[in-house]
């Protein structure tokens, strides 16, 4: 399934290849930036992000909860039994482990190289690490067709498999994860030690050899100065609290990760909701006037900046993100949401990309953001979830 995000005039939409109108390959695309007129080298790259990278399916498909809940991830970590860690292994070995990973996994695509937008969107999706080594000896990444599944090979571990969907689905997520791991392991032999507990490059993580996580945007608990007491019960539980971009990195924007390495789908789900019904609260308090101020305020910082690094770009995101849900922001959530992806990328105060992050913003949103006046939303004191 081909997937683009088409622009029409002066908005952008995620949409399949067969629902495309005829004349999105019959003409040339137009883009105006209403705030900033001139013309840069780095209009390429944007249109590039915008007309021809294939999003991933979590962009597109169901996303249960998606008010709360971005995304949902399973990832199974697996190294070969006769091979040495990739820390260890020559260069040999380490195209010896792609060579047999990539037969047992035929059918994939292999992604060796990939423009800058592309590997923007992968990264934001968590779909491959922000530092994994393309163009290296021996590594790989493979991927589905529909951009659901992902394998990492030689990285930290020999595979890392992972499987990234919509909204609150983490049980959708382990299966598909799931199957990929059953299917590499017909034909793969696993590192196990004598009581069948998978072994890693790094200790620590051997044992189940798998993770899950759900990404949430809780800026009802961020503005009322509770989610950290809400993690810190978290974890206390044995759950791992993590930023937008995983490990060693820290919430930003009230995007946060919740994840596990011991707990079962279902009862990282239960956590989870947990979350949401807290959030659910902290979203009333909002009302009062706040969340329309900060979301103007995000709205002309997008609009004035020479450049936004990440944490000030999903600081700004997370409340449009809001007020898509509350109808001051005429643009979906899950436009949001791939954009977010995409604006995770670079060198938090690299100015080269603190500057395309800026200009990627203004092209994406266009500045033409529809507000509702706040007595009629915002005075109803109602927010709309879904069931």
């Given at each position: 399934?081909?997937?683009?995000?088409?622009?029409?005039?002066?908005?952008?939409?995620?949409?399949?290849?067969?629902?495309?109108?005829?004349?999105?390959?019959?003409?040339?695309?137009?883009?105006?930036?209403?705030?900033?007129?001139?013309?840069?080298?780095?209009?390429?790259?944007?249109?590039?992000?915008?007309?021809?990278?294939?999003?991933?399916?979590?962009?597109?498909?169901?996303?249960?909860y998606h008010e709360f809940?971005?995304?949902?991830?399973?990832?199974?970590?697996?190294?070969?039994?006769?091979?040495?860690?990739?820390?260890?292994?020559?260069?040999?070995?380490?195209?010896?482990?792609?060579?047999?990973?990539?037969?047992?996994?035929?059918?994939?695509?292999?992604?060796?190289?990939?423009?800058?937008?592309?590997?923007?969107?992968?990264?934001?999706?968590?779909?491959?690490?922000?530092?994994?080594?393309?163009?290296?000896?021996?590594?790989?990444?493979?991927?589905?067709?529909?951009?659901?599944?992902?394998?990492?090979?030689?990285?930290?571990?020999?595979?890392?498999?992972?499987?990234?969907?919509?909204?609150?689905?983490?049980?959708?997520?382990?299966?598909?994860?799931?199957?990929?791991?059953?299917?590499?392991?017909?034909?793969?032999?696993?590192?196990?030690?004598?009581?069948?507990?998978?072994?890693?490059?790094?200790?620590?993580?051997?044992?189940?050899?798998?993770?899950?996580?759900?990404?949430?945007?809780?800026?009802?608990?961020?503005?009322?100065?509770?989610?950290?007491?809400?993690?810190?019960?978290?974890?206390?539980?044995?759950?791992?609290?993590?930023?937008?971009?995983?490990?060693?990195?820290?919430?930003?924007?009230?995007?946060?990760?919740?994840?596990?390495?011991?707990?079962?789908?279902?009862?990282?789900?239960?956590?989870?909701?947990?979350?949401?019904?807290?959030?659910?609260?902290?979203?009333?308090?909002?009302?009062?006037?706040?969340?329309?101020?900060?979301?103007?305020?995000?709205?002309?910082?997008?609009?004035?900046?020479?450049?936004?690094?990440?944490?000030?770009?999903?600081?700004?995101?997370?409340?449009?993100?809001?007020?898509?849900?509350?109808?001051?922001?005429?643009?979906?959530?899950?436009?949001?949401?791939?954009?977010?992806?995409?604006?995770?990328?670079?060198?938090?105060?690299?100015?080269?990309?603190?500057?395309?992050?800026?200009?990627?913003?203004?092209?994406f949103l266009d500045m033409?953001?529809?507000?509702?006046?706040?007595?009629?939303?915002?005075?109803?004191?109602?927010?709309?979830?879904?069931?």
């Amino acid at each position: 399934m081909n997937i683009l995000i088409y622009l029409e005039g002066e908005s952008a939409r995620i949409m399949r290849v067969e629902q495309m109108p005829s004349q999105a390959f019959s003409r040339p695309l137009k883009v105006r930036m209403a705030v900033r007129q001139e013309r840069t080298d780095f209009d390429s790259w944007v249109e590039a992000a915008l007309r021809s990278t294939q999003p991933p399916d979590w962009l597109v498909g169901d996303a249960p909860y998606h008010e709360f809940v971005v995304s949902s991830r399973a990832r199974i970590m697996r190294n070969l039994r006769d091979l040495p860690f990739p820390h260890l292994a020559s260069a040999g070995e380490l195209e010896e482990v792609r060579r047999r990973v990539e037969a047992a996994a035929s059918g994939l695509m292999a992604l060796d190289s990939m423009s800058l937008p592309e590997r923007a969107l992968l990264v934001g999706s968590r779909l491959v690490a922000p530092d994994f080594p393309f163009g290296q000896r021996g590594r790989t990444l493979l991927m589905d067709r529909s951009r659901t599944v992902s394998v990492m090979v030689n990285e930290e571990d020999h595979l890392r498999i992972q499987a990234v969907t919509g909204g609150l689905s983490l049980e959708t997520a382990w299966t598909a994860v799931a199957v990929m791991e059953s299917r590499l392991a017909s034909s793969l032999s696993w590192k196990t030690d004598e009581g069948g507990a998978y072994l890693a490059s790094s200790p620590p993580n051997s044992g189940a050899g798998y993770r899950l996580s759900v990404l949430l945007h809780l800026p009802g608990l961020a503005a009322s100065g509770t989610a950290e007491a809400e993690a810190l019960l978290l974890e206390s539980e044995g759950l791992e609290i993590r930023g937008v971009l995983g490990e060693r990195t820290r919430a930003v924007g009230a995007y946060v990760q919740v994840g596990t390495t011991r707990r079962t789908a279902g009862e990282l789900t239960e956590a989870v909701r947990h979350l949401m019904n807290k959030e659910r609260q902290a979203r009333i308090q909002l009302l009062d006037g706040r969340a329309d101020r900060a979301i103007s305020t995000a709205i002309s910082t997008v609009g004035s900046s020479d450049g936004l690094n990440v944490a000030a770009a999903v600081r700004c995101l997370s409340w449009l993100r809001l007020g898509s849900l509350l109808g001051m922001v005429a643009r979906p959530q899950r436009d949001l949401d791939a954009l977010m992806a995409l604006i995770c990328f670079g060198e938090a105060d690299e100015p080269t990309a603190n500057l395309r992050r800026a200009h990627l913003m203004r092209r994406f949103l266009d500045m033409k953001l529809d507000w509702i006046p706040t007595e009629t939303k915002m005075g109803s004191k109602s927010i709309r979830y879904s069931d």
